[in-house]
């Protein structure tokens, strides 16, 4: 009896309303309590947000409706009471005030009465305990129609939609009658289910009975073949339906919407509209959304303005307020969006992330976060799935790692791993930060993948440059017998990125043109951009010619950065003429940005004054980004008068402004001027500052500046950057530290290309070849591909100590064991090499025998060597191809007057640096600096 009295004490405390209406304790039914899972809603998601656009009317309708029955069996009024107090429980549900009223009416002996037992089938649904609903109909003798359909609802209302239609099956299979609110609910279980041939001998079964003149169930058919994704079939019960009601009209128009055929959504909507029933909240909220879909701005605005005509004002009408939001959002009205937001009396999931979404399209980025903040710490509103994915893809893009993992782990406590579109969201986000481990071992341990997230891991590993693992996975992919997306194609075409790799490249291309995209113009930039990448700029510029007609101003950015970024500037200036040519194509920001750097590199000084004047006849000219390019340009050209008139000129600075400036300046020996802007610098430095003022300490040789920023770097976490432990390998090397410089290069976390090519260069530089040389080896071994500037740094290091043997080598297998092609400085590199060792005929004959035309810095290699083993009739020789060449470099002369004066010819010495003098050439005045503080 204590039992029974604690139960009692629960019941009165849960709800205190029935204390005057139980007499005493009676014992509760021990029932299970089941998973409460979510309400069967329609959401109509565009963009990333959702709009609330219909809900089918089967379910609920049906269980209000119920109480309405009379009671028959009891007349007197402790009936009455009785009947009175379950239907009160059935309005608010409580699984403890339910087994005390059970309990009661068991005790009185109306549980036979069909009406009462009935209510308590409801009660128990609305309390997500279907169990005991189902144990308590089996006990039913006589059952109703409406019994059975409050059964099935019942099973809907807990989203167990094949037991609803397997309880139809037995109610025909017994023979029972049915209705048409039977075919209704049955209809919304197969809809939530996506089972369209049986909802087809549904649709069948009520033409015969003769159903069809319900509209309520014709409503849920046009429901039902929506869902289904038979918008056809949709359409033509609606127009089936003698007396559509506005539920008719908004099925239809919901549906469409969620077909994707928004056109037709807004052109149901106008129909409506001019009925004398009008739209309602549904319709409007349907129409505003179906407007943003088509980027119908002007429409949806007007669509807004009736519908606070019709009195449907957003502030208390939510379903409109969420889809204006996300309508003022994608059109670019961020402010009118957040009005919206700011007059709203009641916000649901919806609403907040729709308003997410819409600061995050915007670029309010803080904004974004502060709603994230205020809805989960203010409003005391959980995030959904749908939050996670508008938030993360930020996440990803300012590569912010920590708040990344904070989701993920929020994803984690919240049981949404099964999200595809969440896991697929936090994958992205982890390759962009280039944290491939973790972004694979979420791939693997992922129970489900799609499309998406076998697009999404192939892309990651192209763009983190694993290229080798991206085409693998590709190969699998394929032959699970999966169909390859546009999305495919383009994940894996970055993963083509070098010479070696052009075979793989031409086959996505066959595969391509087997797929049927050979006309997808975004298709056909990226194999442009993959055949550059792989040196095949003739295969790159057919496909240009092949899209003349429909190619935009990004095939041609595409040409014109693919050409910049690997090296063919000339080619990226012959592209960039030819775009002018075109009258339908006018550069933008980003045809600037790409082509000012070809300028640079190739210094020349007038072109790139031309190109700066026209930037600045555009608005282009006051972009930020072509400022800090026009920046660096200058560096290049050594006009740091002019690179310093475009950095103050600027109207405002960003991070990167501040670095080109720094950066122009330590390339052009300022390195005193580069270490002075970096102490005003207005913005907390990244890792490309660090690196770049590291350049500049190199530069002096101050160790201790290099000390401070190194102090710095751990203290800000940069040191784990592969660029910047380069950078510090490089500094301490430069100072005469290498012991230094090896342990940082040995304590980097991850050692990219450029750390080990400056580990190489470390020993080159301190005269250990042969330590060099198994770096390179390490290197190699731990997986990397060496890069140009690997070959240059281990071929100086073989000439530094004499290995001309290895060198030779490592030069003559450079494309064909590591798929490096030569270039100019490798072929200094090694007229250099066979220099030193004296051995300057063969060098002669070396240069002789290049394929093409010999860079002056060739030659000059040469000179350097003959000056140095005073060989007067070799270097008469190639001073005479050098003053061709080049006739005003002064340094040419003065190497061929230190060889005369070397074998004692002083006559010619002197007649030579006559002629420097007549022709007023001057060289530059070295000078040697002393750091007097303490190392």
Request: aromatic letters at 10%; charged letters at 20%.
């Amino acid at each position: 009896m204590k039992k029974l009295s604690k139960y009692g004490y629960k019941a009165l405390f849960f709800c205190p309303s029935l204390s005057n209406k139980i007499s005493q304790h009676v014992p509760p039914l021990h029932l299970s309590s089941h998973t409460l899972f979510p309400k069967d809603n329609f959401f109509i998601t565009y963009g990333k947000a959702q709009v609330c656009a219909y809900t089918s009317p089967a379910t609920h309708q049906l269980f209000d409706k119920m109480p309405q029955r009379r009671i028959q069996d009891f007349k007197n009024r402790k009936g009455d009471e009785i009947f009175e107090l379950v239907n009160m429980v059935k309005e608010k549900p409580d699984i403890l005030s339910a087994s005390q009223v059970h309990g009661l009416v068991l005790k009185v002996g109306m549980l036979a009465h069909l009406p009462t037992v009935t209510t308590f089938l409801i009660i128990y649904s609305r309390a997500k305990n279907l169990s005991s609903s189902m144990t308590l109909f089996a006990e039913i003798v006589n059952k109703d129609i409406v019994t059975w359909n409050a059964i099935m609802t019942a099973c809907i209302e807990n989203n167990f939609f094949g037991f609803a239609v397997n309880i139809f099956a037995e109610m025909v299979n017994e023979g029972k009658q049915f209705d048409s609110a039977t075919l209704v609910i049955v209809i919304s279980a197969l809809s939530n289910m996506r089972e369209l041939r049986k909802g087809l001998v549904v649709h069948c079964l009520s033409m015969k009975m003769g159903m069809l003149l319900d509209s309520i169930l014709g409503n849920a058919l046009i429901d039902f073949y929506a869902k289904c994704s038979h918008l056809s079939s949709s359409e033509c019960v609606f127009l089936e339906i003698e007396c559509k009601d506005v539920v008719s009209w908004n099925s239809v128009i919901s549906g469409c919407l969620y077909n994707c055929h928004p056109e037709k959504s807004l052109l149901y909507f106008k129909q409506m509209a001019t009925l004398e029933k009008g739209a309602d909240s549904v319709s409007l909220s349907c129409a505003i959304a179906a407007s943003a879909c088509l980027d119908e701005f002007g429409c949806g605005q007007a669509i807004h303005g009736w519908g606070i005509k019709l009195g449907y004002e957003e502030r208390r009408h939510l379903s409109v307020a969420n889809s204006l939001i996300s309508l003022y959002s994608q059109s670019g009205d961020a402010d009118a969006a957040e009005y919206i937001f700011n007059k709203m009396e009641y916000m649901d999931i919806i609403t907040w992330n729709s308003m997410i979404n819409g600061f995050a399209l915007n670029g309010k980025i803080s904004d974004a976060f502060d709603a994230l903040h205020e809805m989960q710490f203010i409003r005391t509103t959980e995030p959904d799935a749908v939050t996670l994915i508008s938030i993360i893809p930020l996440v990803a893009e300012f590569m912010l790692l920590r708040d990344g993992k904070a989701m993920h782990a929020f994803t984690m406590r919240r049981d949404m791993g099964a999200e595809l579109s969440m896991m697929n969201a936090l994958m992205d986000m982890y390759f962009n930060c280039g944290r491939v481990k973790d972004a694979e071992q979420l791939f693997l341990n992922m129970p489900k993948k799609d499309k998406v997230s076998w697009n999404t891991i192939i892309s990651g590993y192209s763009q983190n440059g694993w290229c080798r693992e991206a085409q693998s996975l590709l190969k699998k992919f394929h032959s699970g017998n999966s169909e390859c997306s546009l999305s495919t194609l383009l994940g894996i075409l970055p993963a083509c990125d070098s010479p070696n790799l052009i075979q793989f490249g031409k086959l996505i291309h066959s595969w391509e043109v087997k797929l049927g995209f050979v006309n997808n113009v975004i298709l056909v930039n990226s194999l442009m951009y993959m055949y550059i990448c792989c040196g095949d700029l003739v295969a790159s510029f057919k496909l240009l010619e092949g899209i003349a007609y429909t190619a935009d101003v990004d095939s041609w950015n595409t040409v014109i950065s693919g050409c910049t970024q690997t090296g063919h500037f000339w080619e990226a200036l012959n592209a960039f003429k030819l775009m002018r040519l075109k009258s339908n194509i006018i550069h933008d920001t980003i045809t600037l940005v790409n082509i000012i750097p070809a300028f640079g590199n190739l210094e020349l000084t007038c072109e790139g004054k031309s190109i700066h004047a026209l930037a600045l006849k555009t608005s282009a000219g006051q972009d930020i980004r072509v400022q800090n390019a026009l920046t660096t340009m200058y560096g290049k050209l050594s006009d740091m008068e002019s690179a310093t008139s475009v950095f103050e000129l600027c109207l405002y600075h960003n991070l990167c402004s501040w670095n080109c400036m720094i950066s122009a300046l330590a390339q052009n020996k300022n390195s005193k001027e580069a270490i002075e802007f970096f102490h005003l610098l207005d913005f907390e430095p990244d890792e490309i500052t660090m690196a770049t003022i590291l350049s500049a300490c190199r530069q002096l040789g101050i160790i201790r500046h290099g000390k401070q920023i190194h102090a710095h770097l751990i203290r800000s976490g940069f040191y784990i950057n592969a660029f910047v432990s380069a950078a510090l390998v490089d500094m301490y090397s430069s100072c005469g530290r290498l012991d230094i410089a090896h342990q940082v290069f040995q304590s980097s976390a991850e050692r990219s290309i450029a750390a080990w090519n400056s580990m190489i260069s470390a020993y080159g530089f301190h005269s250990n070849g042969q330590k060099a040389i198994d770096i390179f080896h390490e290197m190699i071994d731990s997986g990397l591909t060496p890069s140009k500037v690997t070959f240059i740094n281990l071929l100086t290091a073989c000439s530094h100590t004499g290995l001309v043997d290895q060198g030779f080598w490592y030069y003559n297998h450079m494309l064909d064991e590591f798929g490096v092609q030569c270039s100019t400085e490798h072929h200094v590199c090694m007229v250099d090499m066979l220099g030193r060792s004296g051995r300057l005929h063969e060098a002669y004959s070396f240069i002789k025998e290049l394929p093409s035309p010999p860079d002056p810095g060739i030659w000059g290699a040469l000179l350097s060597a003959c000056n140095y083993h005073g060989d007067l009739q070799l270097g008469k020789e190639v001073a005479s191809i050098l003053f061709l060449l080049e006739p005003e470099n002064v340094g040419y002369h003065l190497a061929l007057s230190n060889i005369y004066v070397a074998t004692g010819s002083w006559k010619e010495a002197g007649e030579l640096r006559d002629i420097v003098h007549i022709k007023g050439l001057k060289k530059s005045a070295a000078y040697s600096i002393i750091d007097l503080g303490s190392s």
